[in-house]
């Protein structure tokens, strides 16, 4: 069965430090998502993305944070000044057709932000 | 936005038993709403989603529940076995956004 593959599984960084969590999605599927999830807490939407943009956001995602699909395969997020909050599982997702429906999601990736 | 609460936050049964996990939302406008199992170091696999326009869906051992009066939708597994030990998460949205509003997840037990 086709997966969401995430890399890394783990990435350790300094606050200040800028990250690029990098996810490869179904091929044929056409809406992207990034989830994240602080240990011990909910499961949280941070930004889908349709068409090569943005379609919808969080209030979560605010001017440190940024999407890009820099060719047909890889849909990236990156963090430009990591805080400690950031700290989280952070989760790539994909659905082939209507948004939100049949989520298919990554491995996910570990990010501490020491 | 949407907000989605899980009872109970953890569940332990016999191999065998039933299992009921509950979830409440907030908005009336979500229409549809899927069932995360995650199980340790693993992705969230979904294991059956419903729509609004239906009450109840069944998949097996696994069956869903949905009041739209009383906003609330509730996951039943029958004849529980040990792969059945996972984190669950109910979520909800509606056509109208692109997101899913998660529930915090419930730990399911189940004891053999």
């Known amino acids: 069965e086709p997966e969401v593959t995430q890399t890394p599984s783990h990435q350790v960084t300094q606050m200040g430090q800028e990250v690029i969590l990098r996810c490869v999605p179904i091929s044929n599927h056409l809406y992207f998502y990034w989830y994240r999830q602080i240990l011990g807490q909910k499961v949280e939407f941070l930004v889908s993305?349709?068409?090569?943009?943005?379609?919808?956001k969080s209030e979560i995602f605010d001017d440190q944070f940024s999407v890009e699909r820099p060719d047909g395969s890889n849909f990236t997020l990156k963090i430009r000044s990591t805080k400690l909050e950031d700290s989280a599982m952070y989760f790539c997702?994909?659905?082939?057709?209507?948004?939100?429906?049949?989520?298919?999601f990554g491995s996910g990736t570990q990010l501490s932000v020491l | 936005g949407e907000n989605v609460e899980q009872h109970p936050s953890t569940l332990s049964v016999q191999e065998g038993d039933s299992a009921v996990i509950k979830c409440t939302y907030s908005d009336s406008a979500s229409n549809y709403f899927p069932w995360y199992k995650q199980e340790l170091g693993k992705r969230p696999q979904l294991i059956i989603d419903i729509r609004s326009n239906v009450g109840e869906k069944k998949d097996q051992r696994i069956a869903v529940t949905l009041n739209k009066t009383a906003k609330h939708f509730s996951l039943h597994i029958t004849e529980t076995q040990p792969e059945d030990s996972a984190v669950y998460f109910c979520a909800a949205s509606n056509y109208g956004n692109n997101r899913l509003a998660f529930g915090k997840g419930n730990q399911v037990v189940v004891i053999p």
């Open positions: 993305f349709y068409n090569n943009e943005i379609s919808e």
């Open positions: 997702a994909s659905t082939q057709s209507a948004p939100n429906e049949k989520l298919f």
